[in-house]
């Protein structure tokens, strides 16, 4: 599952999820509002079933 609006992108195999973040003009540099995003994927994450 991939979303457009997040600056990262992610897989899910195995029960296992690699997130990449991908900002490389500010050299991935984590803000506030990246933070939150991975907060809400985290929050989405926990309730998939794969």
Do not use: C, S, W
Request: charged share 40%.
């Amino acid at each position: 599952m991939k979303r457009d609006k997040f600056d990262f992108e992610y897989v899910v195999r195995d029960g296992v999820a690699t997130i990449t973040l991908n900002r490389p003009e500010v050299l991935n540099a984590l803000t506030f509002e990246i933070y939150a995003q991975l907060r809400d994927l985290f929050e989405e994450l926990r309730y998939e079933d794969e």
